[in-house]
């Protein structure tokens, strides 16, 4: 199973909005409406943002929004903040019963 | 609170194993599948496998077939993850999370193990 392709770096200015995405076939994001998205920064365990393409947990900001398109999804970040800055990984349910994560974006904020 | 804690760092020769535990708490044990994910130094997130804790059973990432077992005592709400035939490739942190919606909810605080002569 090949990881899912993300960009590996997006940045923006404090305020502004950026979008990550996250690609992979119809046997995995394509097929199911189970991505997820995690924040990671240094050192730390990840964090979950997005489940089931869209759904926020409870305590996480609605500065954080996500999508999905055919076989791509897309985690929104909108009112970038200074601890908006880390790293982002999307996850997804397979075919075979698996999961795979993304490749990871690093997101700076300049 | 709910949580999952995972035991400490370990240090290993290549060809040795690993067993790695990740116990929970504040939820009821049985009712929520644990993953186990890792992550090498500077790399990404890398998934590994999954236990029912319920009834033991387990799905591996092919990578990891015929390397990787999970077990789990449910009298002590613990998951154990033991990786053999080591190499230097396995230097990584190893995670345990538990899963929601589909989703890793809760996450270990993660177990360094590291791969050396």
């Known amino acids: 199973q090949s990881a899912l392709t993300q960009p590996a770096s997006v940045s923006g200015s404090p305020g502004q909005s950026i979008t990550i995405s996250c690609t992979g076939t119809s046997s995995d994001v394509g097929g199911y409406n189970y991505v997820s998205w995690y924040q990671q920064h240094p050192g730390k365990a990840p964090k979950l943002l997005i489940y089931?393409?869209?759904n926020r947990p409870s305590g996480v900001s609605n500065r954080f929004s996500g999508s999905k398109s055919g076989n791509t999804a897309s985690l929104t970040i909108s009112g970038l903040q200074a601890e908006d800055e880390a790293d982002y990984y999307c996850?997804?349910?397979?075919?075979?019963?698996?999961?795979?994560f993304g490749t990871g974006t690093k997101v700076t904020v300049l | 609170q709910v949580q999952l804690v995972q035991s400490g760092a370990e240090v290993k020769k290549p060809g040795a194993s690993v067993k790695v535990s990740c116990k929970a708490s504040g939820y009821t044990f049985i009712n929520y599948y644990i993953h186990w994910v890792r992550q090498a130094p500077g790399q990404g997130l890398e998934w590994m496998a999954i236990?029912?804790?319920?009834?033991?059973?387990?799905t591996y990432a092919q990578k990891f077939q015929g390397r990787l077992s999970m077990t789990r005592d449910t009298s002590t709400s613990t998951v154990y993850m033991e990786l053999s035939s080591l190499r230097s490739e396995d230097t990584a942190v190893y995670y345990c999370?538990?899963?929601?919606?589909?989703?890793?909810?809760?996450w270990g605080q993660g177990t360094m193990v590291t791969v050396s002569s």
């Open positions: 999370a538990r899963e929601m919606n589909d989703a890793l909810d809760i």
């Open positions: 089931e393409v869209s």
């Open positions: 236990i029912n804790p319920n009834d033991g059973s387990k």
């Open positions: 996850s997804s349910y397979t075919s075979s019963s698996h999961y795979v």
